[in-house]
């Protein structure tokens, strides 16, 4: 299969980083030339939010300004601690991750991450949980792009029951969290460290169990 020109799935464990500081095209060089390969950023959770509830959401500058760097770019959408999940909710949110990310210019095939994550005090349900994350994935999906899911502290879900969702690729959070089975992780996170005038998280992206990769968005000379 011939990937789409702008587009390059993993083919072996790969150092990066996702941030939700925005990064100025300086930082992101010297942290180019430090070692990272990718950096992860954010989207909206609507199409309208300015600025977005949760932080600063990746803008096209910073986009050209990333790939520009020579670091891949991987687009994962705001989550919320709060939410209330069911599946209307998750087309929505999953509707807007897909409609930010081709406003940006990222090209389909790409995959946008979900974050799904809950404070400790939110009392999510199991059933409720699958809906939401199911509907979400199928949103992004018909948009042409790939989904993968973030998972962030407090699921109610096991390994098995995230294994079973539609999702093919998974990102540990640095949070102790079930292992989805049987397929594993694509993307593995750590402790955050202050590197290039900012705080990041390192990442590390590779194949899963099961031989998959994630897709990100790579530089071309038009973006240097």
Not at 44 to 64: F, N, V, W
Not at 73 to 85: D, E, F, K, R, W
Not at 111 to 129: F, G, H, K, Y
Not at 171 to 200: E, M, N
Request: hydrophobic residues 45%; aromatic residues 8%; negative net charge.
């Amino acid at each position: 299969m011939v990937e789409p020109i702008g587009i390059a799935s993993v083919a072996s464990a790969i150092l990066g980083f996702d941030t939700a500081t925005p990064l100025s095209p300086s930082q992101a060089r010297s942290l180019r030339a430090s070692g990272f390969g990718f950096c992860a950023r954010y989207l909206k959770r609507t199409p309208s939010e300015q600025p977005p509830a949760s932080g600063p959401a990746l803008t096209l500058d910073e986009a050209h300004g990333v790939l520009g760097s020579g670091l891949a770019l991987i687009p994962v959408q705001y989550g919320s601690s709060t939410l209330v999940p069911d599946a209307s909710g998750g087309t929505a949110v999953g509707e807007a991750a897909a409609i930010n990310a081709a406003a940006l210019g990222i090209p389909v095939g790409v995959t946008i991450w979900c974050d799904l994550e809950w404070a400790p005090d939110v009392a999510a349900d199991p059933s409720s949980t699958i809906a939401y994350a199911n509907a979400w994935h199928d949103a992004v999906v018909a948009a042409g792009f790939r989904a993968g899911l973030y998972v962030g502290p407090n699921l109610p879900l096991g390994g098995v029951q995230l294994g079973e969702l539609a999702f093919r690729s998974y990102w540990k959070s640095a949070s102790g969290v079930p292992w989805p089975v049987p397929r594993g992780f694509q993307l593995l996170q750590g402790d955050a460290i202050a590197i290039a005038g900012t705080t990041v998280d390192p990442d590390v992206a590779c194949d899963d169990a099961q031989g998959d990769r994630l897709v990100w968005w790579m530089p071309s000379e038009g973006d240097a």
